[in-house]
């Protein structure tokens, strides 16, 4: 499969874990996105990045939350004191080129209890 | 504030009924909108897109959409819908040289064998 991967699928946590979350792109594409989605409510975005820079940030991200891509190849997201809030759907996307279409993984669902 | 509004949040046809979805966008400059799907248990896919050129765009599975740029509309059609259409649709944006997308809320399409 040479689609964009995500690790763990499923995660559940109790409230002031630490959680890292995986996220593999298609193997040519250079722009790696994170979003969140709740139930009933379209993704937002949370934080994107191009080759290894993190170019924008969401003000949903709060400092309890970062992300990186250091080899500009897999990203992680580390979510830190989790709290009940952060359960959602995390989707990784990836894209290359000027047009910029964004392919999506199958998300990794966070539970915090 | 950019924002993406989709009017139709849940949605009951009967195979072969014809389906449009509005999506209305906010952004007065240049954009690049898009449809997704997700089906059940699935991770989103693109279904068409919208850069420039002809505002009529065919997707894949029979989809189409229009984007009357007057009406800062980009509503997605299909002439007969089918039990498999059954999913979440998603309108997403993107403007200008921002990478992000910006989602609506989605609309849940049941087709009744």
């Known amino acids: 499969d040479t689609g964009v991967s995500q690790d763990p699928r499923h995660k559940i946590t109790k409230r002031g874990q630490n959680v890292t979350f995986r996220c593999d792109p298609i193997?040519?594409?250079?722009?790696l996105y994170w979003y969140r989605q709740t139930l009933g409510q379209g993704p937002e975005f949370l934080t994107y990045f191009q080759n290894e820079a993190q170019l924008e940030k969401s003000r949903l991200l709060s400092d309890r939350f970062s992300a990186e891509r250091p080899k500009g190849s897999f990203s992680t997201l580390e979510i830190q004191r989790t709290e009940q809030g952060d359960s959602a759907m995390y989707l990784c996307a990836s894209s290359f080129g000027q047009m910029d279409e964004q392919y999506f993984g199958p998300g990794t669902r966070l539970t915090v209890t | 504030a950019q924002s993406v509004s989709q009017h139709n949040h849940h949605v009951i046809l009967s195979e072969a009924a014809s389906l449009e979805l509005g999506c209305n966008y906010s952004?007065?400059?240049?954009?690049?909108l898009f449809w997704y799907v997700q089906y059940p248990g699935q991770h989103l896919q693109l279904l068409l897109k919208y850069f420039s050129g002809d505002p009529l765009v065919k997707g894949i599975k029979g989809f189409e959409a229009e984007f009357i740029k007057s009406k800062f509309s980009f509503n997605l059609r299909k002439p007969s819908v089918q039990w498999s259409d059954t999913a979440e649709y998603f309108c997403?944006?993107?403007?200008?040289?921002?990478?992000?997308?910006?989602w609506g809320l989605g609309t849940s399409l049941a087709v009744n064998p």
């Open positions: 997403a944006v993107n403007a200008g040289n921002n990478r992000k997308l910006i």
């Open positions: 952004y007065g400059g240049t954009v690049n």
């Open positions: 193997s040519e594409h250079n722009r």
